[in-house]
């Protein structure tokens, strides 16, 4: 630890993209940045941790995009979650196929669940306090609402580009107004531990998960209005059905 502690953090995380890119075309997703079992600083994975109660309980908010997917390449089932999780055995995946198939939904969909949203389900459960939202804003110029689409608007018009850089795209009236709305509601949560302290006026209130069974979904008003177009919703069965696949997939997933 000494030793990576002297090291240029630029430089530490360069060295681990070189890393990245040589193996990961061979290797699949075996390194990225994962958790590693070492029995002492990590003595499970963090899904048996949550669900065993080996964490500090505190206040958590936890979500993803409404579109967060693999990639947008074209693969069969079998292809595209081996590629990102090489320990799937084939029962594993014919029984996802089956449930999102069965659902009208394709491995995209079951892939964004595998990586982000499942997790939904294991925070909800395990923290005694957790605000759980949607985000369902896209970025300038997009059609749907991908993964880190929320940096753009908690940015206010900055999106990450390579190499530490970023990319600035202005807000129109609306976009602008939830961007102030996004950014209240979490430095409430940093300031009180609560989403709700210091939130706009104009914004909804956003339920705890535990006591009400429900969600922010986080958008913009429309129409170029500045008023909030954010609105609390339900985190339906049959989402937490098919995340609840997944999270039994754990020694497999290794989440």
């Known amino acids: 630890m000494d030793w990576l502690r002297s090291i240029n953090a630029v430089e530490l995380s360069q060295a681990a993209d070189r890393v990245y890119l040589r193996h990961r075309p061979s290797?699949?997703?075996?390194?990225?940045?994962?958790?590693?079992?070492?029995g002492d600083l990590i003595p499970d994975y963090p899904t048996k941790l949550l669900q065993a109660g080996l964490f500090v309980d505190v206040p958590v908010i936890a979500g993803a995009?409404?579109?967060?997917s693999l990639s947008s390449e074209e693969s069969p089932w079998d292809v595209a979650l081996h590629r990102q999780w090489p320990f799937l055995e084939h029962d594993?995946?014919?029984?996802?196929?089956?449930?999102?198939?069965e659902?009208?939904?394709?491995?995209?969909?079951?892939?964004?669940?595998?990586?982000?949203?499942?997790?939904n389900l294991v925070f909800g459960k395990a923290f005694s306090k957790v605000w759980l939202y949607r985000y369902n804003q896209a970025t300038s110029g997009a059609t749907e609402v991908h993964h880190s689409a929320d940096n753009w608007h908690m940015f206010k018009g900055t999106r990450t580009g390579s190499n530490g850089t970023v990319v600035f795209d202005s807000f129109n009236k609306s976009e602008a107004a939830f961007a102030?709305?996004?950014?209240?509601?979490?430095?409430?949560?940093?300031e009180m531990g609560d989403p709700n302290s210091s939130k706009l006026d104009r914004s909804p209130q956003w339920p705890e998960y535990g006591p009400?069974?429900?969600?922010?979904?986080?958008?913009?008003?429309?129409?170029?209005?500045?008023?909030?177009g954010s609105k609390v919703e339900k985190y339906s069965d049959e989402e937490k059905a098919l995340h609840l696949l997944w999270v039994q997939l754990v020694d497999r997933t290794q989440s």
């Open 212 to 228: 009400s069974n429900q969600r922010l979904c986080l958008e913009a008003a429309k129409d170029d209005e500045s008023g909030s």
């Open 92 to 101: 594993d995946i014919e029984s996802l196929r089956k449930a999102y198939t």
């Open 180 to 190: 102030e709305e996004l950014i209240a509601y979490w430095l409430s949560f940093v």
């Open 65 to 68: 995009t409404t579109h967060e």
């Open 103 to 119: 659902r009208s939904l394709g491995y995209k969909e079951a892939g964004g669940d595998g990586i982000f949203r499942s997790a």
């Open 27 to 38: 290797q699949g997703p075996l390194y990225d940045w994962k958790p590693v079992l070492d």
